[in-house]
C-alpha cells in the first residue's frame, strides 16, 4: 500500500555539507586526507564544560570520560598545532569564505553584514577542542527546481571533524587530516513533504557547487543530513548519508519508524500501562547454568546479569520499526551508549540464543513480570549494566510521549541508529579566539564579478557555441567532468567528441571493467591534439584508452596498435585501388557506390585514417572514375 | 561591559536596548531578530552583535536607515553557581588555593556567551569535582590580575599570603597563576619564603577553562595532588609533561621557563630536569636532592625587593648608551643576557665600566638559556670579569633577574650581593651540568 505522506503531515529539510578545495579553515594545513601509517599519536581527554548539563549526569560523564580517551594520529607534515588544540585558531580563510558567499549568491541568500565564528560543543572526540567552529554567512535564500521553488534557511562556513579510524574499549583513534578542512553547509527550509523531492534538489545543489569549481570531489566530500518529522511525531536530524540515492529509503523508513513508536504509543495507552520504574534486580543466579555463551562469560569474568521489568510492553519490545530493527534495537543503542555494555536481551526474542524457557520463567518470576509484562536483561559489570538498565528505561518511557527528538545516524542500508539527543541552540556560544570578520561591499562586488555560469546558462552555451546536442550538453553541465571538458576543448578537437568521449566512451568503458582511472588527463590531451591536428582518428579513441588503461603510454599504445595515421600518399593508394577493384559497381551506381566502398576502405585502414578525409578522397576518386568512364 | 562605542552605542542608547534584552534590528536588506550580545573588543563600531533562534551570533552593520525595536526586556548575564556541599573530611590533607587571577576553573554562560572565572571552592569543587577526593580545599583570593600586570609588589603578597597559610597549618599550598610570569613568579617565591617546610606550587593552563579540551582540570588536579601529598617542600610549577592529557611534571621554581607560546607542555626545566611527574594522582620524584618536607618549622617571609632592576639582552654592535641609560634612568643593577658563554662585544664595555663604577653590580647570564656562562675560555669574557660583572652560572637570565632584585633588597653591600649571586639558594645555581637537561628534537624516521 502507498503510504499517505501528505496525510502523515510528513516534513523534509535537508542539510548538505560540502568540503572546499582550499587550505584549511582555521591554519595554512592543507586539506588532504592520508593513508600512510600516522608519524605521531597524541592522545587526549575531554571534559564537558560547566553549564552543558546537570550536576548528576555531569558526574556520571566525568565517570565514563575516564574510561575514554581519544588517540590523534598526525603528520607532522600536514597537521599544525591548530588542529592539535596546541595554537589558537588563524583568520579565518579568506578563500573559503569567498567560496561561501560565491555559492551565497547562487543559492539567492542575503550575506550577512558581519560574521562571527561560533564554538559548537562536540565531546564524542572528533574535534580536538571540544567544540567545533562554525559561523553563519547567509540567510533566505531560494533555488528553483523543476518549476518549483524552495527556501534555503541558512549558509554556513564550519570546520570539518576529524575522522574516526577505530575504537577500542578505552579510547577512540581520530585522524586529524580532515579536521579544519572549510565546510559549506546549506540547509534548505522544511519545504518537503514527499520522500523523492529532497534528493532532486540535493542533486542540483550539489551539482551547483561543483559549478564553483572550489568543491572538493569524490566519496565523503559531500554529505547530507536530513531534518524529518511528521504529525504527532517529532523533528529528527539524521546524520551521514553519503548517497543521494539513499535519501528517499532514509525518509521512508523513518516515516515508518515514527509511525510504529507512535502505534506502540497508543497501544501501551490501551493497555493501560504506565511508566516504567527504575527498579534493577539481580537475576545472576537464574543464569548459574545456562547455555548462553555471553552469559556464561560475564558470570564467570565475575560480572552480574540485572533485569528490569516493563510493564505491560509484552510482544512491543520485538516490534519492528525498520526492517532489521525492532523496539528492542532502540532500546540496546541507548544500553550500548550510556552503558558501554555489548548488547540486552528482551524476553520478547526469548528463549533463544542458549537462553532455555525455564530461564525465561524463572526470569519472569523472579522479577514477578506478569504475562503481558517484557523483560530487558544486560549482563556486565555491576556499574555497566546499571547505567545500561537505566538507560533502557529511560528509552522505554520516552515511549509514552512518542517519539523523542534525536540525531540519529543513518546506516548503509538506509536505517538509522541512535546519536544522541537532538542538541538546542543553547549549546553555542562565541569563539573569542577570532574577530568578527565584515563583509565589505567591495569584497561582495568582487565575489560576484567571478560568479560562475548556472548550469542551465552553460547548457545554452554548450549548444550554441560548441555545437552540443542539448542532451549532451545537459550530461555536460552537470557533471563531474566539467571543469575537464573545458580544459580539453583548448586541443581544438571538436566539443562534442570531446563531449561523448568523455561522458560515453570513457563511462561505457568502466562499465566492461577497463581501468579507466589509470587515464591522465594528459593522456587524452595528447590523444585530442593529435586528432585535431589529423594525426589520429577519432575512431582510435576506444582502442587507445583500452591499451593506456592497462599502464602502456600514449605514444606506445599508438605505436603498439599501429594507429598512427597512414601518410595521404598511401591512403590516396588504397583508395584507387579500392575504386578500380570495384569500378564495376561505381559505374552501375554512380556517386551512390560512395557507401559501400567507405565501408570496404575502412577495413582496409583499420583506424588508421579519419573517415571524413577518407569519405572526401572516395568521392573524388569516383567523381574521377566516373569522368574517365 | 557591553563592549559597544561610538556609533553602535549611539543607536543602542537612542533605541533603549540592553545586551540581554531581545529585539529586532531592521536594516538594508532584512530584519534579524534575537538577543543584543556583546561586542567583542576585537570588532569595529559599525557592527551590533545579535544571537539568533538558531544561536548563530551576526553582525549587523548599523546604516542610517538601521532601526532597532525592543521585543522584550531580558536579564543580564549572570552567574548560577550549581549548589555543592562539601563536608570537611579530617582525614584529608588540607590545600589552600591562593587565586591571583589566572583562571583555573570557569563556566560560559550559552546564552550571552559570557565566560565566568570560578573563584570560590565551591565554584572550584563543581568544575572539577575530583579535587574532593584529594583535599579539603580553601580558596583564598589575594589579586586579579592577568600574568603579564604580575608586579614584584603582588609577589610579595603571594608570597605573605602563601607563608600565613602554610604557618596556620595548610597541608600545601597552591597558587593559581596566568601562565606568562608564572616563572618570574615562582623564582620570587623561591628566594622570598625561607624555611620552606610545605610544597608549594603554581599552576595555570594554556587552553582556557571554558573549552572541554582545557589543560586546566588536570594541571589543577595535578597540582593539588604535589600540595597534599608530596614530601617536596619547595616553590615548584606543576603543568603538562607533553602533548598529551597523561601526566605533569613538577618543575624546580628556579630552573624553570614558558618555552612556547601554546603548546601545553610550554614548561620546561633548562638546566635541570624535573623534580618528579604526576600521573593517575600519584607522584613519581625523579631525585633525591629536594628539601623535604616537614610538620614542623615556620616559613619566614624575606619580602624586600630592590624594583629598580633592568635585564639587558646583548645584541651585535650593542651600544653602551642602553647601559648609561639604566644608571642615569636610577637602575641599581644589571643583569646581561650576554652571548654564548657570557659576552659582549667591545661597545658595551664602557657602559659596563660606568655602572661598575658607580656600584651597581653587573650580572652575566647567557642567551643561550642552556648552558654554564664560562668567562675564562675566551679574552672577552676575562676583560669582563676585569670590569667586575659577576658571572651568573648557570641560572636563567630572568631568575638571576629576580634573584638580583630580591639580593639588592637584602643588602646593599657590593661584596656581599656577589656572594648572594653566586652561591645556590633555592635550586637556582647547579653544581654539575648534566648532559641529559637538554632538548630532544624528534627526528624523523627513515
Known amino acids: 500500500m502507498e503510504t499517505d505522506y501528505k496525510g502523515l503531515g510528513l516534513k523534509v529539510g535537508i542539510e548538505i555539507h560540502q568540503e572546499l578545495d582550499t587550505k584549511k579553515l582555521f591554519c595554512n594545513c592543507p586539506s588532504e586526507l592520508r593513508e600512510e601509517n600516522p608519524e605521531m599519536l597524541v592522545r587526549r581527554r575531554l571534559r564537558p564544560t560547566q553549564s552543558e548539563m546537570g550536576e548528576i549526569d555531569r558526574a556520571a560523564l566525568a565517570e565514563s570520560l575516564k574510561e575514554k580517551s581519544f588517540d590523534y594520529e598526525l603528520y607532522p607534515k600536514s597537521v599544525c598545532l591548530v588542529e592539535l588544540d596546541d595554537e589558537p585558531p588563524h583568520l579565518v580563510n579568506d578563500e573559503a569564505l569567498d567560496v561561501a558567499l560565491e555559492v551565497s549568491m547562487l543559492l539567492n541568500a542575503k550575506p550577512v553584514d558581519e560574521i562571527h565564528t561560533m564554538r559548537k560543543i562536540v565531546i564524542d572526540g572528533s574535534n580536538t577542542c571540544g567544540f567545533q567552529r562554525t559561523t553563519l554567512v547567509s540567510t533566505d535564500g531560494f533555488i528553483d527546481v523543476g518549476g518549483e521553488r524552495f527556501t534555503i534557511g541558512t549558509i554556513c562556513l564550519e570546520e570539518d571533524a576529524a575522522r574516526k579510524m577505530g575504537e577500542s574499549e578505552n579510547s577512540v583513534n581520530y585522524r586529524l587530516d580532515r579536521l579544519g578542512i572549510p565546510l559549506v553547509e546549506i540547509a534548505t527550509g522544511a519545504d518537503f513533504y514527499d520522500p523523492k523531492t529532497p534528493a532532486t534538489v540535493a542533486l542540483y545543489i550539489g551539482q551547483l557547487l561543483r559549478a564553483t569549481g572550489k568543491v572538493k570531489r569524490g566519496i565523503g566530500t559531500i554529505r547530507q543530513d536530513i531534518n524529518i518529522s511528521i504529525v504527532g511525531g517529532s523533528r529528527q536530524e539524521i546524520k551521514g548519508i553519503q548517497d543521494l540515492k539513499l535519501i528517499p529509503e532514509v525518509i521512508e523508513r523513518e516515516v515508518q519508524r515514527q509511525v510504529t513508536l507512535l502505534h506502540i504509543m497508543d497501544e501501551l495507552k490501551q493497555r493501560g500501562a504506565s511508566m516504567v520504574e527504575m527498579k534493577v534486580a539481580d537475576v545472576s543466579e537464574v543464569f548459574n547454568r545456562t547455555d548462553c555463551h555471553v552469559i556464561k562469560k560475564a558470570l564467570k569474568r565475575g560480572d552480574v546479569v540485572y533485569a528490569v521489568r516493563l510493564p505491560k510492553f509484552a510482544g512491543l519490545v520485538g516490534y519492528e520499526l525498520q526492517p532489521g530493527r525492532r523496539f528492542g534495537t532502540e532500546l540496546a543503542d541507548q544500553a550500548k551508549l550510556y552503558g558501554k555494555v555489548a548488547g540486552i536481551f528482551h524476553t520478547d526474542e526469548l528463549p533463544r540464543f542458549g537462553i532455555s524457557q525455564e530461564e525465561v520463567d524463572a526470569l519472569r518470576s523472579m522479577v514477578s513480570a506478569a504475562r503481558d509484562d517484557a523483560v530487558v536483561i544486560v549482563a556486565d559489570s555491576k556499574i555497566r549494566a546499571e547505567a545500561a538498565i537505566e538507560a533502557v528505561v529511560r528509552r522505554a518511557n520516552q515511549v509514552f510521549d512518542g517519539v523523542p527528538k534525536e540525531s540519529r545516524r543513518a546506516l548503509p542500508d538506509g536505517c538509522t541508529e541512535f546519536m544522541r539527543p537532538l542538541p538546542g541552540a543553547g549549546r553555542m556560544y562565541p569563539e573569542t579566539d577570532i574577530p568578527p570578520i565584515p563583509i565589505t561591499k567591495e569584497r561582495l562586488a568582487k565575489v560576484k564579478r567571478q560568479l560562475p555560469e548556472r548550469p542551465e546558462k552553460r547548457i545554452e552555451l554548450f549548444v550554441d557555441t560548441y555545437g552540443l546536442s542539448h542532451e549532451l550538453a545537459e550530461r555536460m553541465a552537470y557533471s563531474d567532468n566539467l571543469e575537464l571538458f573545458e580544459e580539453l576543448i583548448m586541443t581544438s578537437a571538436e566539443p562534442t567528441l570531446i563531449a561523448a568521449t568523455l561522458e560515453e566512451t570513457i563511462v561505457s568503458l568502466r562499465r566492461e571493467g577497463v581501468k579507466v582511472d589509470n587515464v591522465k588527463k594528459a593522456d587524452l590531451e595528447e590523444i585530442f591534439y593529435r586528432i585535431a591536428s589529423g594525426k589520429l582518428s577519432k575512431e582510435a579513441i576506444r582502442g587507445l584508452l583500452k591499451s593506456i588503461s592497462e599502464g602502456t603510454g600514449v605514444e606506445e599504445s599508438v605505436q603498439k596498435l599501429g594507429l598512427s595515421l597512414m601518410d595521404k600518399s598511401e591512403l590516396e593508394r588504397i583508395v584507387a585501388d579500392v575504386v578500380v577493384a570495384n569500378i564495376a559497381l561505381v559505374k552501375s551506381r554512380g556517386l551512390d557506390a560512395l557507401g559501400a566502398l567507405m565501408g570496404i576502405v575502412m577495413e582496409n585502414v583499420r583506424g588508421k585514417a579519419d573517415g571524413k578525409v577518407v569519405h572526401e578522397l572516395l568521392e573524388n576518386e569516383i567523381k574521377s572514375a566516373l569522368q574517365l568512364a | ?446
Not at chain 2, 608564572?182 to 587552553?207: E, I, N, W
Not at chain 2, 624546580?252 to 600521573?279: A, E, W
Not at chain 2, 618549622?297 to 625587593?305: A, M, P, T, Y
Not at chain 2, 637584602?410 to 651540568?433: F, V
Request: some cysteine; overall charge positive; proline content about 4%.
Open chain 2, 1 to 446: 561591559m557591553s563592549g559597544y562605542r561610538g556609533k553602535s552605542q549611539k543607536i543602542l542608547k537612542s533605541a533603549s536596548v540592553r545586551v540581554g534584552d531581545r529585539i529586532r534590528v531592521t536594516g538594508a536588506e532584512k530584519t534579524y531578530e534575537g538577543v543584543l550580545m556583546p561586542r567583542t573588543e576585537l570588532g569595529d563600531d559599525e557592527h551590533i552583535v545579535v544571537k539568533l533562534e538558531n544561536g548563530y551570533n551576526v553582525g549587523v552593520r548599523v546604516r542610517a536607515s538601521t532601526k532597532i525595536k525592543l521585543v522584550e526586556k531580558g536579564e543580564p548575564p549572570a552567574l548560577k553557581v550549581p549548589k555543592v556541599v562539601v563536608e570537611h573530611d579530617s582525614s584529608k590533607p588540607n590545600v589552600t588555593i591562593i587565586g591571583t587571577g589566572g583562571t583555573i576553573a570557569s563556566r560560559v554562560d550559552y546564552r550571552t556567551g559570557a565566560v565566568f572565572p570560578a573563584f570560590t571552592a565551591e565554584e572550584i569543587y563543581s568544575a572539577v569535582p575530583e579535587i574532593q577526593q584529594i583535599a579539603n580545599i580553601k580558596v583564598v583570593e589575594v589579586c586579579k590580575v592577568f600574568s603579564e600586570h604580575m608586579t614584584p609588589r603582588l609577589w610579595v603578597k603571594i608570597g605573605k599570603a602563601v607563608a600565613k597559610e602554610i604557618n596556620s597549618g595548610a597541608t600545601g599550598v597552591v597558587v593559581a597563576h596566568g601562565t606568562d610570569t608564572m616563572g618570574y613568579t615562582a623564582a620570587a617565591l623561591s628566594f622570598m619564603l625561607r624555611g620552606l617546610s610545605r610544597p608549594v606550587v603554581l599552576v595555570g593552563s594554556q587552553r582556557s577553562s571554558d573549552r572541554p579540551s582545557s589543560d586546566a582540570a588536570l594541571n589543577l588536579i595535578s597540582a593539588i595532588t604535589v600540595a597534599a601529598k608530596s614530601d617536596i617542600a619547595e616553590v615548584s610549577v606543576v603543568m603538562h609533561g607533553g602533548a598529551d592529557d597523561d601526566f605533569c611534571l613538577i618543575h624546580r621554581g628556579t630552573k624553570v621557563r614558558k618555552c612556547h607560546t601554546s603548546r601545553r607542555d610550554t614548561f620546561q626545566s633548562v638546566n635541570d630536569i624535573p623534580l618528579g611527574m604526576v600521573q593517575n594522582r600519584e607522584v613519581k620524584v625523579f631525585r633525591d636532592d629536594y628539601n623535604r618536607a616537614s610538620l614542623h618549622g615556620k616559613v619566614v617571609v624575606k619580602d624586600r625587593f630592590e624594583p629598580m632592576v633592568a635585564l639587558l639582552k646583548v645584541t651585535p654592535g650593542i651600544s653602551s648608551n642602553a647601559i648609561f641609560g639604566m644608571v642615569r634612568g636610577r637602575d641599581k643593577g644589571i643583569v646581561l643576557e650576554g652571548t654564548g658563554l657570557g659576552h659582549t662585544p667591545e661597545t658595551l664595555f664602557d657602559g659596563i665600566k660606568f655602572a661598575t663604577g658607580k656600584g651597581i653590580p653587573v650580572v652575566m647570564t647567557s642567551q643561550c638559556l642552556w648552558g654554564r656562562v664560562d668567562m675564562k675560555v675566551y679574552s672577552t669574557g676575562r676583560d669582563l670579569l676585569q670590569l667586575g660583572v659577576i658571572p651568573g652560572k648557570d641560572m636563567l637570565p630572568e631568575v638571576a633577574w629576580v634573584k638580583l632584585m630580591w639580593a639588592l633588597g637584602q643588602t646593599k653591600e657590593k661584596e656581599k650581593i656577589s656572594k648572594l649571586m653566586t652561591t645556590n639558594l633555592a635550586g637556582e645555581i647547579t653544581q654539575r651540568t648534566r648532559p641529559d637537561a637538554f632538548l630532544r628534537p624528534a627526528l624523523p624516521k627513515f
